[in-house]
């Protein structure tokens, strides 16, 4: 393989992310949510293996884990997270990590190229205490008022105890050191069917989708379910429902090709059967990486509220409760992936958007930043049957260490 030395070794990769599969086994995939025991001892086998890459292991005041190089020469950051959703799957997040890790094992130790990986290992991506803390942290954008309010969205945990509990208290939280790297570079699973349909082993990400998510609420009058006739009912889960209906029917003409809208959490007040439900309350979100596209469809979903308040049995609110702004990926980024993509994968690549959320997204806002993607099988992720061929795993570790070189060696060859 061009540009790559003897040391690349895809059997390795394959080994070092079955041995994270083994631990927090759930079925074919992990159960490791964030500072879960599982999740503790992936940040201390990560720790373990990285000065087999040359590198220094050190795990912050966050449990961001960091492998830094003291090669001389130009730095790249790369990684992605190891603690996952709720019993899913066993590539997301450590596919990226093992990528990185393998990435830094090969140029690290190698005379001929000028500069090193750094690794990366971003906690809690899958945000089961907030958005993006870990690399947010690095990012300086998270505070200690932040850490004081983030709590477990499953057990009600404080975030703080948690870092306690793991050791991790008073440890400082390590921030980006201005102008240390030339970019931050990203692997993940497609968490699609596109790669997979489409024959193809290499997805360049050009950009990652924005996410805007509210809080539709309706009110109307509780009362008895079998007294009440329908002729004069204010149901507000009525209204809801109808809502949801109104929404899918009109989104179509109004959104972008590779827009998708979700309704989560329905909640009726009071849900019980004899009783009309006086309030309901929906969360809903839309992602999309043309803010244009999202303005217009939230001023439809005002619209849609204001005329069902007007047909007077239910008042109807939307409330932004999120915002997220696209990520683009940098341009010559792209070319590099797209490069490393030709000469190890016989070019079987498509540049497309990540119409899912990552570390890389924040990473974009103090450094260049990529992504590449390999294949899902059937497009499933954040289940335990997540899975990718092995051969597309090695080939998208090929890639990924080819991308790093051509990258350390432009960023070289520019000083």
Partial sequence: MPGINGRFDGKRVLADLNALRAIGAYKTGVHKP???????????????????????????????????????GPKLLAGSHLESQNHAGWLDGPLGVIYALEAARVINGDPGVNGAVEVAAWCDEEGHFGSFLGSRSFAGDVT??????????????????????????????????PGRHIGYLEAHIEQGDT???????????????????????????????????????????????????????????????????????????????????????????????????IARLEAHLHRLAEEATAQGRC???????RTGVPAMMTPAFQDAIEAASAACAGGKSIRMPSCAGHDAQVLATIMPAAMLFVPSIGGVSHHWSENTDDADIVTGAEVFVESCRRLLTQAAAAR
């Fill in 315 to 321: 008042g109807v609110k939307v409330e932004r409760i």
């Fill in 144 to 177: 200690e008022a932040d850490i004081e309010a983030a709590r477990d969205r499953s057990s009600d945990r404080t975030m703080r105890q948690a870092l306690r509990d793991a050791g991790f208290a008073g440890r400082p939280r390590l921030t980006a050191e």
């Fill in 34 to 72: 964030t500072f879960s025991e599982p999740h503790l001892r992936s940040l201390d086998w990560l720790a373990a293996h990285l000065p087999d890459a040359d590198l220094t292991a050190t795990i912050d005041g966050i449990g961001n884990v960091f492998g830094t190089s003291a090669k001389a």
């Fill in 195 to 293: 790669l997979e349909a489409s024959r193809l082993k290499i997805g360049v990400v050009t950009s990652i989708v924005g996410i805007w998510q509210y809080r539709i609420t309706f009110t109307g009058e509780q009362n008895h379910a079998g007294t009440t006739r329908m002729a004069v009912r204010r149901d507000a889960g009525l209204a809801l429902a109808r809502f949801c209906v109104a929404i899918d029917d009109s989104f179509a003409a109004l959104c972008g090709p590779r827009t998708v809208w979700t309704t989560g959490r329905i909640t009726l007040d009071p849900g019980a059967p004899s009783i009309i439900p006086g309030h309901a309350e929906m969360l809903f979100q839309i992602r999309d990486d043309n803010p244009e596209v």
